[in-house]
């Protein structure tokens, strides 16, 4: 899958653009300033360099060298610093209740790797750690273009979300039509699932 990912991301532009998502846009308010934040399969960096510039310390993690490049030229460009780190999130040492947040935003696996890793991002809070999450949902293939995998089996319910984040206090968790402005890799009406809670 990095090579995937490596091909998607060597052009001149940002694939899925430079500004953050709208959904984590839409939460950041209940970090406390100052927050660690945790940013798995940020890509290109669009989030993760985006929280650095509004004063979080940042860790992003991705699987292709060519969009940990990206992120780090993008985070130069904004003049602010993060920490980027290039490993496959299934093999990654996971660091164990070391983070105050963390993000995911359109990072999808197959259901026994997305149980996986959605464990080890929830064991990475703290406790009282915020998890902020937006996945499309199946419906996505109902007629919605904006992007996403094309398997069914790689796309997530309100109800995946919820047992699979089995120590995470839901403060929404919601599932529904948004519309994406993401560069050439997300654009138009999407059917998503997205959520934001504390951890346990």
Excluded at 94 to 101: E, I, M, T
Aim: proline share 4%.
């Amino acid at each position: 899958m990095s090579e995937f990912w490596n091909q998607k991301y060597a052009r001149d532009d940002y694939f899925y653009g430079k500004q953050p998502n709208d959904f984590l846009r839409s939460q950041v308010f209940r970090l406390s300033p100052g927050a660690r934040v945790l940013v798995v399969g940020d890509g290109e960096g669009r989030n993760g360099v985006w929280l650095a510039e509004q004063g979080f310390a940042v860790t992003t993690v991705d699987a292709s060298h060519v969009g940990c490049e990206k992120s780090a030229a993008l985070a130069s460009d904004r003049g602010v610093s993060l920490t980027t780190l290039c490993a496959d999130l299934l093999t990654w040492d996971w660091p164990v209740a070391a983070f105050d947040a963390v993000v995911s935003v359109f990072l999808h696996f197959p259901p026994d790797e997305r149980k996986v890793a959605h464990a080890r991002m929830q064991a990475a809070l703290m406790p009282g750690g915020w998890l902020i999450i937006e996945q499309f949902h199946p419906n996505q293939l109902n007629g919605y273009n904006s992007g996403g995998p094309k398997a069914v089996e790689m796309l997530t319910t309100m109800s995946d979300l919820a047992e699979d984040f089995n120590a995470i206090d839901w403060w929404l968790l919601a599932e529904g039509t948004t519309w994406l402005e993401e560069g050439t890799g997300h654009s138009g009406l999407g059917y998503v699932s997205h959520g934001v809670g504390r951890r346990q």
